[in-house]
């Protein structure tokens, strides 16, 4: 058993938080960052993690291997701005990019979905009983 399974175990028996709830808000930072628009290489730059590191927590967490590239919106702050309604955020980010295509506008919204109705959800929940 490994350093982080151990802390894992001791949250769930000292404070009764679940392991994927503590695997969720430790790295919601990165996930917000990758939602942000950021690439894995700004990323890994400001965190001081390496981009394997970056990429393999994206990956598992959402199912994702990151961003090549900055991407000249914020995905996340546009779907928050139209509550999550995928034909606003698709003209939004038409009227504010100079790069984004269909398939990556609707990769990027399907993400902070993901996000909103996995991970923020299940920590909400938690704080709701905390």
Request: with cysteine.
């Amino acid at each position: 058993m490994n350093l982080w399974e151990i802390i894992k175990l001791h949250y769930k028996y000292q404070f009764n938080i679940s392991p994927d709830i503590v695997d969720y808000i430790s790295v919601r930072p990165l996930l917000i960052k990758c939602l942000s628009g950021y690439s894995n290489y700004r990323i890994a730059f400001y965190t001081k993690e390496s981009m394997k590191y970056i990429s393999d927590i994206l990956f598992k967490f959402l199912d994702f291997n990151g961003w090549n590239m900055d991407l000249d919106f914020n995905p996340i702050a546009y779907y928050n701005k139209v509550k999550g309604n995928l034909i606003n955020f698709r003209e939004e980010i038409l009227m504010a990019s100079s790069t984004a295509d269909i398939k990556l506008i609707d990769k990027s919204f399907y993400l902070c979905k993901y996000f909103y109705n996995k991970i923020e959800k299940r920590i909400k929940e938690y704080d709701r009983v905390a």
